[in-house]
């Protein structure tokens, strides 16, 4: 290929072939403890976005950040419905919680209705400030640097790092 020619965008499956086992990280991060009871295990929540991600047929992205960004929305997901899933349950069962990680979360005790306040605090934060919000989605289920953030926002990783500092003050006090 020359210089000037610009890559092709990556559909689903040639992106997730791409990232997979920075997915599988990012998926094992995003969840706890594990054992033979889990609902959803990292293999279970990669493949999970997979099959999300490949519902929306002719989705392209023109580079890994922008796939990232994607995969991390759509982990968030997954989380959120499981829990929401399980906490409709009526007849119990025998579980394991699944818990967000990371400095972000760390002092959340490992509680279903946190991930639950995290998702609608991160709700709020985007009808405040919806880069803000982003930042925090790509950082935390897109595993991105600030630098890539950046990138895929248009703006300084600087800026990016303003953006996490406001966003965690935001979070602790919504989480109150």
Do not use: C
Request: no cysteine; proline share 2%; glycine share 8%.
């Amino acid at each position: 290929m020359h210089d000037s020619e610009v890559p092709a965008e990556l559909n689903v499956e040639q992106a997730f072939a791409g990232a997979y086992q920075e997915l599988r990280r990012l998926a094992r991060s995003r969840l706890r403890g594990g054992g033979r009871n889990t609902v959803l295990d990292t293999t279970a929540l990669v493949h999970e976005t997979f099959l999300k991600l490949s519902r929306n047929a002719g989705v392209s992205f023109p580079d890994r950040p922008r796939f990232l960004v994607y995969a991390g929305r759509a982990m968030r997901s997954i989380i959120v419905d499981m829990v929401r899933q399980r906490q409709t349950e009526r007849a119990g069962g025998d579980f394991a919680l699944v818990t967000l990680t990371g400095d972000l979360v760390d002092a959340l005790p490992a509680e279903e209705a946190h991930i639950l306040q995290v998702h609608e605090a991160l709700q709020e934060m985007a009808q405040v400030d919806e880069r803000m919000a982003r930042v925090v989605e790509m950082r935390y289920f897109g595993g991105m640097t600030d630098l890539e953030i950046g990138e895929a926002l248009g703006v300084t990783d600087r800026t990016v790092r303003r953006d996490w500092e406001q966003a965690r003050l935001f979070l602790a006090e919504a989480l109150k």
